[in-house]
């Protein structure tokens, strides 16, 4: 079955950088774009952009542009999310998730556990 | 971008009573060459990821129950859920996935009467 299993959560200063990981198995990881999405508590969720983890090829939300690099490692079937300058806004819940195809767009029908990053000095 | 809300913002419905809400985008989600809307639903409970219910505005995900449906085309969406069982109490979102960002609906919160 499709599992993503997401690396555990962080404590970061503001202006720091972080870097996520979502390990996934039960699939073919090249088949499948990955998402990354967010959700501060009580809020709706963010779409922070996602990866074609065929090629490589990223796209990214405006509002993160600049500050949100996704990659993957295909022989270790993981993706990641590094977010850079870090803000007391940036304390929330960060999800991969599964895009239902190789390419945009697509649904998320499977997601990671989610990871808890909080931004504190 | 493409702004989802939805309606209401919460709904206590009693055991095996029928439950609906409403999701709207501000533009049209509907691919006209696969005639295919772009609207997806998902359930969350607390302290767990979404999980998806819906895709395609109206297709059932594998393993999901048929007391969820959805139907609505264009800019207008519901999710109805015809006999609300205790383990549907949950947030509700849509997605639009039409266009880049994608973008969620503020959610809605589904409770028992």
């Known amino acids: 079955q499709v599992q993503l299993v997401q690396s555990g959560a962080e404590v970061k200063e503001p202006g720091a950088s972080v870097k996520l990981s979502c390990k996934a198995s039960?699939?073919?990881?090249?088949?499948?774009?990955m998402h990354w999405v967010r959700q501060a508590p009580g809020q709706r969720l963010e779409w922070m952009g996602w990866i074609n983890t065929g090629n490589g090829n990223t796209e990214y939300s405006q509002k993160f542009q600049g500050r949100v690099t996704i990659t993957r490692d295909t022989s270790a079937t993981t993706a990641y999310m590094e977010l850079r300058s870090l803000r007391s806004e940036d304390t929330t819940v960060y999800y991969c998730?599964?895009?239902?195809?190789?390419?945009?767009?697509?649904?998320?029908?499977?997601w990671g556990q989610g990871t808890l990053v909080t931004v504190a000095s | 971008d493409i702004v989802m809300t939805q309606s209401p913002d919460s709904l206590a419905v009693s055991l095996g009573e029928r439950a609906t809400i409403n999701c709207k985008s501000s533009?049209?989600?509907?691919?006209?060459?696969?005639?295919?809307?772009?609207l997806a639903w998902y359930q969350q409970k607390p302290g767990q990821p979404p999980r998806l219910l819906i895709y395609w505005a109206s297709t059932r995900e594998s393993g999901v129950p048929d007391r969820f449906s959805g139907s609505g085309s264009g800019t207008d969406f519901t999710l109805t859920i015809s006999s609300l069982q205790a383990e549907d109490v949950a947030v509700y979102y849509c997605?639009?996935?039409?266009?880049?960002?994608?973008?969620f609906g503020p959610g809605t919160k589904v409770d028992i009467k």
């Open positions: 997605q639009q996935h039409f266009d880049t960002p994608s973008t």
């Open positions: 039960g699939y073919n990881f090249i088949n499948y774009a």
């Open positions: 998730a599964k895009g239902s195809d190789r390419n945009y767009p697509n649904w998320f029908d499977s």
């Open positions: 533009q049209s989600v509907l691919n006209r060459p696969n005639n295919k809307n772009y």
